[in-house]
């Protein structure tokens, strides 16, 4: 059965520093989010992607993020300056044009900044 | 704004007793709904999903959940509760009016006692 996969599972990474997680949606599907899920807190969203330009983004999603989607099949998330409070569990999701608007989940990124 | 609301953050039940999790929802029209469970340090695996018809819903690992729309409720089922269920239980819906983007519960853990 096809599946999110996300890249790296785990990321550490210095105050300041730019991160990129990457995120390979399935194969069909047209439309794409971004959350993240701080320590202990329930999963947020931050943004979706469809058609090559944002479609929506939270208050969360400030200047600091963009996405991309570089080629056919990568969609990524860039943190310009990493913040300690940028720790978190970032999942990726991807979902069909239309019918179901079921979205999958990738296993996400754990992401520590220190 | 749409919401999930989950009123336990915390439930113990002993191994082979039933469980019931609670999910209330806020939104405007008929909600697509979905439980996802949370392993730690795992990703979110779809429990059940509910988008129409039959308002009693079968998922994977023996849980089902029901819908009332009478008490915006999507409560999650399980007769008899196995150790390997100890996890993170979180209710979703989809929010049609904010393109497709998915909100979450604050999630409720789940203990199992022997």
């Known amino acids: 059965e096809p599946e999110v996969t996300q890249t790296p599972s785990h990321q550490v990474t210095q105050m300041g520093q730019e991160v990129i997680l990457r995120c390979v949606p399935i194969s069909n599907h047209l439309y794409f989010y971004w959350y993240r899920q701080i320590l202990g807190q329930k999963v947020e969203f931050l943004v979706s992607?469809?058609?090559?330009?944002?479609?929506?983004k939270s208050e969360i999603f400030d200047d600091q993020f963009s996405v991309e989607r570089p080629d056919g099949s990568n969609f990524t998330l860039k943190i310009r300056s990493t913040k300690l409070e940028d720790s978190a569990m970032y999942f990726c999701?991807?979902?069909?044009?239309?019918?179901?608007?079921?979205?999958?989940f990738g296993p996400g990124t754990r992401l520590t900044v220190t | 704004a749409q919401s999930v609301t989950q009123p336990d953050i915390h439930i113990t039940v002993s191994e082979g007793a039933s469980l019931e999790l609670r999910c209330n929802y806020s939104y405007g029209a008929t909600p697509y709904l979905f439980w996802y469970v949370q392993s730690p340090g795992q990703g979110l695996q779809l429990l059940l999903k509910y988008f129409s018809g039959d308002t009693l819903v079968q998922g994977i690992k023996g849980f089902e959940a029901e819908f009332k729309r009478s008490q915006s409720s999507f409560n999650l089922r399980k007769p008899s509760v196995h150790w390997s269920d100890a996890a993170e239980y979180f209710c979703a819906v989809l929010d049609l009016y904010n393109n497709n983007d998915m909100r979450f519960g604050a999630g409720t853990r789940l203990t199992v006692k022997p």
């Open positions: 999701a991807s979902r069909l044009a239309g019918g179901s608007h079921e979205q999958y």
């Open positions: 992607f469809y058609n090559n330009e944002i479609s929506e």
